[in-house]
C-alpha cells in the first residue's frame, strides 16, 4: 500500500509529514526498556511482510498488519512502522523518502484508532469468539482506513483525474482485508488466551 514518489502533490506531502511527526512525537515518549523489544519485533514483522507482495491484476499488493500492530503497541505504532517503512525505502525502493510521511500515516493512524477504540476490550479475561470479533475489527479498521486515507491523498493530489487510479487501490484491497482480517483474528485469539498482557503495552 505504499504511494511511490512523485505522485502526491507539495502540499500534501507536508501535512501527512506535520500529522506523521505529532504521531512520532507521542509514540517516542511511549518508547521503554518494557516496551522496546516488542517494538523492534513488529518493526521486523512490518518490514517483512511489506517485502511479499501478492500479484493482482497488472498490480500487487501486500499485508500490512496494522491493525494488529495498532492493539498491541497502540500509538508506538507510529515509530514502529516510520522506521520499517524507512528501511523499506532504502533498501528496495519501496515508496520513497519524500512519500515517507505520507505513507507512514496512512498505515499508523488507523493503527493507533484500532487501538484506542478495540484495545479497552481486551483488558478483562474475554471468550475466544469475543477475541477473535476483535481480531478481525481491528484489521477492517486498519484496512479500511488506510484505504481511506491514501484515496483522500490522491484525491486531494489529482482530483477526477485519478479517479480511475484511486477505484483500482480501492478494490485491490479487498483480498489483502480478508486475509488480514483472518491473520489478525487467529493471532489476537492466540494471544489472548495465551498472554493477555500483550494487549497493555504502548498505553
Do not use: Y
Request: charged letters at 5%; proline letters at 5%.
Amino acid at each position: 500500500m505504499h504511494i511511490a514518489e512523485g505522485v502526491l502533490d507539495t502540499p500534501t506531502l507536508l501535512a501527512a509529514a506535520c500529522c506523521t511527526a505529532f504521531g512520532l512525537t507521542i509514540g517516542l515518549r511511549r518508547l521503554t526498556p518494557r516496551t522496546l523489544p516488542t517494538a523492534a519485533l513488529f518493526a521486523a514483522v512490518f518490514f517483512l511482510v511489506g517485502t511479499i507482495h501478492i500479484p493482482i491484476g497488472v498490480d500487487s499488493v501486500h499485508l500490512i498488519l496494522n491493525g494488529l500492530i495498532g492493539l498491541l503497541l497502540g500509538w508506538l505504532a507510529f515509530p514502529v512502522i516510520f522506521v520499517a517503512l524507512a528501511l523499506q525505502a532504502l533498501l528496495f525502493s519501496f515508496g520513497g523518502f519524500t512519500s515517507l510521511g505520507a505513507n507512514t500515516l496512512l498505515m499508523a493512524l488507523p493503527a493507533v484508532i484500532a487501538g484506542l477504540t478495540l484495545r479497552p476490550l481486551l483488558q478483562q479475561p474475554s471468550s475466544r469468539p469475543k477475541l477473535l470479533i476483535v481480531g478481525a475489527s481491528a484489521a477492517t479498521i486498519g484496512i479500511l482506513g488506510a484505504t481511506l486515507l491514501a484515496a483522500i491523498m490522491l484525491w486531494s493530489t489529482g482530483g477526477a483525474t485519478l479517479s480511475s487510479l484511486i477505484s483500482l487501490f480501492v478494490a485491490a484491497q479487498a483480498p489483502v482485508w480478508l486475509i488480514e482480517a483472518i491473520v489478525t483474528a487467529l493471532t489476537v485469539g492466540m494471544l489472548g488466551k495465551a498472554r493477555p498482557t500483550a494487549f497493555t503495552l504502548g498505553t
